[in-house]
Protein backbone atom coordinates (compact mmCIF):
# COMPACT_ATOMS: atom_id res chain seq x y z
CA UNK A 1 0.00 0.00 0.00
CA UNK A 2 2.80 2.72 0.96
CA UNK A 3 4.55 2.04 -2.22
CA UNK A 4 1.40 2.96 -4.34
CA UNK A 5 1.21 6.17 -2.56
CA UNK A 6 4.65 7.06 -3.09
CA UNK A 7 4.24 6.10 -7.11
CA UNK A 8 1.25 8.40 -6.47
CA UNK A 9 3.41 10.88 -5.34
CA UNK A 10 6.01 10.92 -7.70
CA UNK A 11 4.14 10.80 -10.20
CA UNK A 12 2.03 14.13 -9.36
CA UNK A 13 2.28 16.69 -11.95
CA UNK A 14 4.93 19.39 -11.28
CA UNK A 15 2.74 22.00 -11.43
CA UNK A 16 0.44 20.94 -8.82
CA UNK A 17 3.34 20.62 -6.27
CA UNK A 18 4.08 23.39 -4.07
CA UNK A 19 7.09 25.25 -4.52
CA UNK A 20 7.81 24.89 -8.59
CA UNK A 21 8.65 27.79 -10.62
CA UNK A 22 5.62 28.84 -12.36
CA UNK A 23 6.99 27.86 -16.26
CA UNK A 24 8.59 24.53 -15.35
CA UNK A 25 9.95 22.31 -18.48
CA UNK A 26 10.68 19.05 -17.22
CA UNK A 27 12.64 18.32 -20.50
CA UNK A 28 14.85 21.66 -19.58
CA UNK A 29 15.48 20.89 -15.86
CA UNK A 30 18.63 18.69 -16.43
CA UNK A 31 21.38 20.23 -14.42
CA UNK A 32 22.20 19.44 -11.19
CA UNK A 33 20.58 22.14 -8.58
CA UNK A 34 24.12 21.85 -6.45
CA UNK A 35 25.87 22.79 -9.97
CA UNK A 36 23.75 25.45 -10.42
CA UNK A 37 24.63 26.83 -7.10
CA UNK A 38 28.00 26.59 -7.50
CA UNK A 39 27.88 28.38 -10.16
CA UNK A 40 26.28 31.18 -8.61
CA UNK A 41 28.13 31.62 -5.79
CA UNK A 42 31.47 30.89 -7.74
CA UNK A 43 29.73 34.34 -10.01
CA UNK A 44 28.59 36.30 -6.75
CA UNK A 45 32.53 35.81 -5.38
CA UNK A 46 34.48 36.59 -8.49
CA UNK A 47 32.41 39.64 -9.47
CA UNK A 48 33.12 40.97 -6.32
CA UNK A 49 36.70 40.63 -6.43
CA UNK A 50 37.80 41.07 -9.66
CA UNK A 51 35.00 44.03 -10.63
CA UNK A 52 33.45 45.43 -7.86
CA UNK A 53 36.02 45.89 -5.34
CA UNK A 54 38.60 46.94 -7.58
CA UNK A 55 35.72 49.56 -9.60
CA UNK A 56 34.75 50.91 -5.83
CA UNK A 57 38.23 51.29 -4.71
CA UNK A 58 39.02 53.06 -8.31
CA UNK A 59 36.33 55.43 -8.46
CA UNK A 60 36.59 56.33 -4.59
CA UNK A 61 40.37 56.98 -5.39
CA UNK A 62 39.73 59.52 -7.83
CA UNK A 63 36.86 61.04 -6.56
CA UNK A 64 39.18 62.13 -3.46
CA UNK A 65 41.59 62.96 -5.96
CA UNK A 66 39.23 65.58 -7.79
CA UNK A 67 37.61 67.07 -4.54
CA UNK A 68 41.50 67.62 -3.14
CA UNK A 69 42.82 69.18 -6.68
CA UNK A 70 39.25 71.39 -6.52
CA UNK A 71 37.39 70.37 -9.80
CA UNK A 72 35.26 68.83 -6.87
CA UNK A 73 33.95 70.76 -4.14
CA UNK A 74 33.64 69.46 -0.67
CA UNK A 75 30.63 69.56 1.41
CA UNK A 76 31.50 72.53 4.19
CA UNK A 77 29.49 69.92 6.84
CA UNK A 78 30.92 65.92 5.50
CA UNK A 79 33.57 66.95 3.56
CA UNK A 80 34.70 64.81 0.77
CA UNK A 81 32.85 61.51 2.29
CA UNK A 82 29.22 62.07 0.36
CA UNK A 83 31.06 61.85 -2.77
CA UNK A 84 33.35 59.07 -2.03
CA UNK A 85 30.43 56.97 -1.00
CA UNK A 86 28.32 57.84 -3.90
CA UNK A 87 31.14 56.78 -6.70
CA UNK A 88 32.06 53.54 -4.09
CA UNK A 89 28.10 52.68 -4.91
CA UNK A 90 27.97 53.50 -8.23
CA UNK A 91 31.48 51.41 -8.73
CA UNK A 92 30.47 48.18 -6.99
CA UNK A 93 27.43 48.33 -8.92
CA UNK A 94 29.20 48.88 -12.07
CA UNK A 95 31.28 46.38 -11.45
CA UNK A 96 28.49 43.98 -10.33
CA UNK A 97 26.43 44.91 -13.63
CA UNK A 98 29.74 44.13 -15.88
CA UNK A 99 29.83 40.64 -14.62
CA UNK A 100 26.79 39.55 -16.26
CA UNK A 101 28.25 38.61 -19.17
CA UNK A 102 31.27 36.21 -17.98
CA UNK A 103 28.06 34.64 -15.69
CA UNK A 104 25.66 33.72 -18.44
CA UNK A 105 28.51 31.99 -20.44
CA UNK A 106 29.46 29.79 -17.54
CA UNK A 107 25.53 28.79 -17.23
CA UNK A 108 25.79 28.65 -21.13
CA UNK A 109 28.08 25.96 -20.34
CA UNK A 110 26.22 23.87 -18.60
CA UNK A 111 23.53 24.05 -20.88
CA UNK A 112 21.22 26.68 -19.41
CA UNK A 113 20.26 29.24 -21.73
CA UNK A 114 19.59 32.73 -20.56
CA UNK A 115 16.18 34.66 -20.61
CA UNK A 116 16.04 37.51 -22.70
CA UNK A 117 13.02 40.28 -22.92
CA UNK A 118 13.23 39.61 -26.29
CA UNK A 119 12.19 35.93 -25.93
CA UNK A 120 8.88 33.92 -24.49
CA UNK A 121 9.77 32.95 -21.06
CA UNK A 122 8.01 29.70 -21.58
CA UNK A 123 8.93 25.83 -22.57
CA UNK A 124 9.87 25.79 -26.13
CA UNK A 125 9.97 21.90 -26.14
CA UNK A 126 6.50 20.25 -27.20
CA UNK A 127 5.10 17.08 -26.09
CA UNK A 128 4.12 14.38 -28.68
CA UNK A 129 0.47 14.61 -28.58
CA UNK A 130 1.03 18.35 -28.96
CA UNK A 131 3.74 18.12 -32.08
CA UNK A 132 0.85 15.93 -33.58
CA UNK A 133 -1.80 18.66 -33.60
CA UNK A 134 -0.08 21.11 -34.63
CA UNK A 135 1.56 19.27 -37.57
CA UNK A 136 -2.70 18.41 -38.29
CA UNK A 137 -3.67 22.05 -37.93
CA UNK A 138 -0.41 22.86 -40.69
CA UNK A 139 -2.16 20.29 -42.75
CA UNK A 140 -6.21 21.44 -42.41
CA UNK A 141 -4.55 25.07 -43.59
CA UNK A 142 -5.66 26.32 -40.35
CA UNK A 143 -3.81 28.53 -38.12
CA UNK A 144 -3.19 26.93 -34.42
CA UNK A 145 -4.26 29.46 -31.68
CA UNK A 146 -1.48 30.65 -29.27
CA UNK A 147 -1.63 29.04 -25.51
Known amino acids: MSSETTQQESQTSPLK ?3 WPM ?3 PISQTND ?3 VARIRKECKKESFWYRALPLSLGSMLVTQGLVSKGIFSASPRFGALPKMAIAGVLGFAIGKMS ?12 GIVPCRPQQKRHCHHTCKECEAKRRSNEKEGSVPAAS
Open 99 to 110: YVGECKKKFQKI
Open 33 to 35: AGE
Open 17 to 19: QTG
Open 23 to 25: FYC
